[in-house]
């Protein structure tokens, strides 16, 4: 069963400390859409099923990458995307939708979500830590 649209949003606002549901979606958008070029078959297919549909459909037509970008590469990626973004908030952004993409997923689907990435993203799904 996918996790509500609200419960998603409330989640990710909640533990990136978002004034607002528009900050918490706009992170989600770009970080789930960055994160689907990274994902294939049947994992990808989980792991959106898990996903509320809006971004199930973010996760399943994602910006293509001509290559899995490092952790690194992922967080300078992410804060391109985002107006006004710093890596350092771009790491909050990516660590308040992950940490909640993984609540939603479930251990064993994200330690398949992870055998996917490259060495160093399970830092990125853990929780978003005060700078």
Do not use: C, K
Request: aromatic share 6%; net charge negative.
């Amino acid at each position: 069963m996918p996790m509500r649209r609200e419960a998603f949003l409330s989640h990710i606002q909640e533990r990136g400390r978002y004034q607002t549901l528009a900050e918490a979606e706009r992170a989600a958008r770009v970080v789930l859409a960055l994160l689907g070029a990274h994902l294939v078959g049947s994992v990808r297919a989980e792991l959106a099923a898990r996903l509320p549909e809006t971004y199930a459909l973010i996760l399943l037509n994602p910006l293509q990458a001509a290559e899995p970008l490092s952790p690194e590469r992922f967080v300078r990626a992410t804060a391109a995307w985002i107006e006004g973004a710093t890596e350092q908030t771009a790491l909050w952004d990516i660590g308040a939708v992950l940490s909640t993409v993984a609540a939603a997923a479930g251990a064993s689907l994200t330690r398949e979500v992870l055998l996917q990435l490259p060495h160093g993203y399970d830092l990125l799904f853990g929780e978003p830590q005060p700078t």
